[in-house]
């Protein structure tokens, strides 16, 4: 849960960043985030807590949320370079 809604929280503060590095620090962030929640909700399904077809949606926009921040950070930080 803690984890799940940091990403959130640190999306929403990378919006109000001041700065490209700040963004990055904070979307980074959400990005290490997303691989703790992607790791407890393959826990939960590898252990028999939660079937796989209940949490099957959060698990694919987790990957789709980690694919995003990645290529948002990504622009950044190669526009910064430039």
């Known amino acids: 849960m803690r984890s799940g809604t ?3 929280a640190h999306y929403r ?4 960043a001041k700065s490209d590095a ?3 620090n904070k ?7 997303l691989d ?9 399904v590898k252990a028999g807590i939660v079937p ?9 926009e987790t990957n789709e949320l980690l694919a995003i921040f990645t290529t948002i950070v990504t622009k950044i930080k190669k ?3 430039k």
């Open 6 to 8: 940091s990403i959130g």
């Open 13 to 16: 503060e990378g919006h109000r």
């Open 22 to 24: 700040d963004i990055i």
């Open 27 to 33: 979307f980074e962030t959400a990005l290490q985030e």
């Open 36 to 44: 703790e929640t992607d790791y407890w909700l393959d826990l939960l």
């Open 52 to 60: 796989a077809q209940k949490v099957e949606t959060l698990i694919k």
């Open 79 to 81: 526009r910064k370079g």
